[in-house]
């Protein structure tokens, strides 16, 4: 490996959730010569972080983590320290609660388990009326038919997604990171290699530059594998989001509300104060897009799961929201969406992050898998990956978040997921 310095030249592709970070913790940590390609200007809008908010939750290892839960909890508790502290995150963070629910006995067991070891912290939630007690009167006024759940109002809530990345895109900026965007100049189209192909040398972009660099960071989310073979690690799936309008009157009482989470339904976060508009998800295990073409990860006739853009959900997925919209608040369950999104995200098979140096492939640290969980992780995420290519990795989070193809030998593609059946089909 090329020895590090301050002034070694790192490529950091895609400018989203946490390439930005990255970019940010490089900066902080002197580095003087850091470049980002990202193919559109930044917030991306195909970035899964470029969304109104997402899920925080707070969390500490204990001595009883098995080492799975160390690793997200070691992760929960780093993460939590810069939402709360550091100037460039903090003010977008608003531990305002969680509800945990559910309808089905086993999803409840499952709910009633996370609260594990934490009993006290929780208030139980077993009828209608208690889970309405939990917002301001009017916003819950469904019947929530068979649901139950736990509720706690500290501890977790949620981020400003969209603001908390263009505060890390603008701090690394002042700092001195150079970002290119666009889909010429700042759209990657291949890794460049040695030789030998045992190096990583850079990038090359749409524009037919090539960026040379002493590292470089891969960190493209969804897309991470039409640029690199990540061996079936990385399945990219979508989830669907829409936002709802509310009146003056609604927004006045939608305020400081707990983060609504039913597994079996989907979740919503208070409305965003400028636009007036309650963003909720449907909690569906996610779709993908079968395709069969040729990337540096995939052979032609090998099928593999694409992303693509598109400001539009499946239909099923819009029945699925309003239902959860009548059983919770079934006084908007039949407004217009002013807006729906699928928004892609790459699960690995654990859903654990991937952020580490492949074998073989010096020059390189590859940070993916957010897994639907990517976004509350930003902050500790860019410190991770520069821990990483530095060497300087707790050794428990760097087995934890290993480069493990073993883990997708033989990798059930379509295991409870669905696929999209898309009219340009
Ligand atoms: P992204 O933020 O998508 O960034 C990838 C970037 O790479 C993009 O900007 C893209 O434009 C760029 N790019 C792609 N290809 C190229 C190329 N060839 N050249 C240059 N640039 C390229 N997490 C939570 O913690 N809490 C939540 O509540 C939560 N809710 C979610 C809800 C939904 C609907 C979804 C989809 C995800 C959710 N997540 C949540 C997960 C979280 O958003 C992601 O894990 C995280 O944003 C992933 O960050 P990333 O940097 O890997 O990807």
């Known amino acids: 490996m090329t020895s590090l310095s301050k002034d070694s030249s790192i490529l950091i592709i895609g400018g989203g959730t946490w390439g930005c970070s990255s970019a940010l913790h490089l900066a902080r940590r002197g580095y003087k010569n850091v470049t980002v390609l990202e193919a559109h200007p930044i917030p991306s809008p ?58 089905s006995d086993d999803v409840y067991e499952h709910v009633k388990g996370y609260t594990k070891g934490t009993e006290s912290e929780w208030v ?39 603001g908390a990345m263009m505060s890390a895109y603008e701090e690394a900026s002042k700092l001195g990171v150079k970002f290119v965007t666009g ?17 990583v040398l850079g990038a090359k972009t749409a524009d037919g530059v090539s960026h040379h660099a002493d590292q470089t960071i891969l960190c493209a989310g969804a897309n991470g594998d039409l640029l690199f073979d ?15 309008p509310l009146s003056v009157e609604e927004a006045a009482i939608f305020k400081d509300l707990p983060v609504l989470y039913n597994p079996e339904r989907g979740f919503f976060v208070e409305p965003d104060v400028e636009k007036r508009e309650l963003k909720f998800c449907d909690e569906h295990p996610g779709y993908i897009n079968m395709v069969k073409n040729a990337t540096p ?58 952020i580490d140096r492949p074998e073989g492939r ?31 990795m707790e050794e428990k989070l760097q087995k934890g978040l290993r480069w493990r193809p073993e883990q997708a030998v033989g990798r059930d ?13």
């Open 124 to 162: 139980s939630l077993d009828s209608p009326e208690d889970f309405k007690k939990t917002m301001p009167e009017g916003v819950l006024q469904g019947e929530f038919p068979g649901w139950r759940g736990f509720w706690k109002d500290h501890g977790a809530g949620w981020v400003f997604a969209r």
């Open 413 to 425: 593609w379509q295991a409870s997921k669905c696929l999209f059946r898309r009219s340009d089909d």
């Open 183 to 199: 889909d010429s100049a700042g759209k990657v189209t291949s890794l460049l290699y040695s030789e030998s192909k045992d190096t």
């Open 297 to 354: 990860g995939y052979s032609e006739g090998t099928t593999h799961s694409q992303p693509f853009a598109r400001h539009q959900i499946p239909v099923e997925s819009e029945t699925r929201m309003r239902k959860f919209l009548q059983e919770a608040m079934p006084q908007i369950a039949d407004r217009d969406f002013s807006f729906a999104r699928i928004c892609w995200d790459a699960d690995t098979v654990d859903r654990q992050f991937l």
């Open 46 to 103: 195909i970035s899964a972080g470029n969304d109104v908010n997402k899920i925080m939750e707070e969390g500490e290892p204990s001595e009883n983590d098995t080492e799975e839960q160390y690793v997200w909890n070691r992760m929960h508790q780093i993460t939590t320290k810069y939402w709360k502290e550091d100037h460039v995150f903090k003010s977008f963070y608003h531990p305002t609660g969680i509800i945990f629910s559910a309808i």
């Open 362 to 392: 010096n020059g390189l640290v590859v940070a993916a898998g957010g897994s639907g969980m990517g976004f509350m992780m930003m902050p500790v995420v860019g410190q991770l990956i520069v821990d990483r290519m530095e060497g300087v």
């Open 230 to 244: 990540f061996e079936q690690q990385l399945r990219p799936t979508a989830w669907t989001l829409a936002h709802i």
